[in-house]
């Protein structure tokens, strides 16, 4: 059974950092891009972050670009996202999710595994 498993959620306050993890297994995603959505109450999932199998290349949204970091073991078969300078338009759900291809993809048809999620909270 293929699972990914997000961890690392919380509550912090603005200006806080939360490392998230997000461990797979049942299958190795060493030749899969790996990304992070995020989905606020009463939003639509939105593509936070990505990186490519190799982990040369990534993106990020322009409302996380320069505070989160994005990065991935492929021994572990883990990604992780880094998050400094949180803001409480951060609060969501964090998904971690595999995509069909080794590029980055930003649209969520394109990811065939999704985590459960996990809950980050940024208190103002």
């Known amino acids: 059974q293929v699972q990914l498993v997000e961890s690392g959620g919380g509550l912090v306050q603005a200006g806080g950092s939360l490392r998230l993890s997000c461990a797979a297994s049942?299958?190795?995603?060493?030749?899969?891009?790996m990304s992070w959505f995020r989905q606020a109450p009463g939003k639509e999932r939105e593509f936070v972050s990505g990186?490519?199998?190799?982990?040369?290349?990534?993106y990020y949204a322009d409302s996380v670009k320069g505070r989160f970091a994005i990065s991935r073991d492929n021994a572990k078969n883990a990604v992780y996202l880094q998050m400094n300078s949180l803001k409480p338009e951060d609060t969501a759900v964090y998904y971690c999710?595999?995509?069909?291809?080794?590029?980055?993809?930003?649209?969520?048809?394109?990811?065939?595994?999704w985590g459960q999620g996990t809950q980050v909270t940024v208190s103002s």
């Open positions: 999710a595999a995509a069909r291809f080794s590029s980055i993809v930003l649209v969520r048809t394109a990811y065939d595994y």
């Open positions: 049942g299958r190795t995603f060493t030749n899969n891009a």
């Open positions: 990186i490519s199998v190799s982990g040369s290349s990534t």
